[in-house]
């Protein structure tokens, strides 16, 4: 069976050195299929425009949702910056997700 993976994008601003959501989308979508990895629509998480110091953000909410339902066996980022500017906050959501049992995975340090 294939592993269930979830895309995390983020974006603070319209374009950030390339990074668009378009670009990051295209890249994670790449990268798993690289691994045969799953990733269905629902699985797909999305903010656009927020800054990364707050962990209230609307996708990533529904991210940490799935997570703890265990719907996902893997999380696919760019970079560890997407997931949270805050090394202390990005701590967290590791160990979160470690906890679960996630594979936590950033495709721009492969």
Known sequence: MARQAAL???TAA???EGRTMA???????AY?????WQVVPE???RDEGV???NLDRPALGRLRAAVARGDIDAIIAAAPDRLARDGAKLAQ????FVRAGLQVVF????
Do not use: F, K, S, T
Request: hydrophobic share 40%.
């Open 43 to 45: 699985q797909d998480y």
């Open 8 to 10: 995390y994008i983020r």
């Open 93 to 96: 959501l590791l160990e979160e």
């Open 14 to 16: 319209a374009d950030q």
């Open 23 to 29: 670009w990051q989308l295209e890249h994670l979508q």
């Open 32 to 36: 798993a299929r690289e691994r045969d």
């Open 107 to 110: 495709a721009d340090l492969v």
């Open 51 to 53: 800054c990364g110091l």
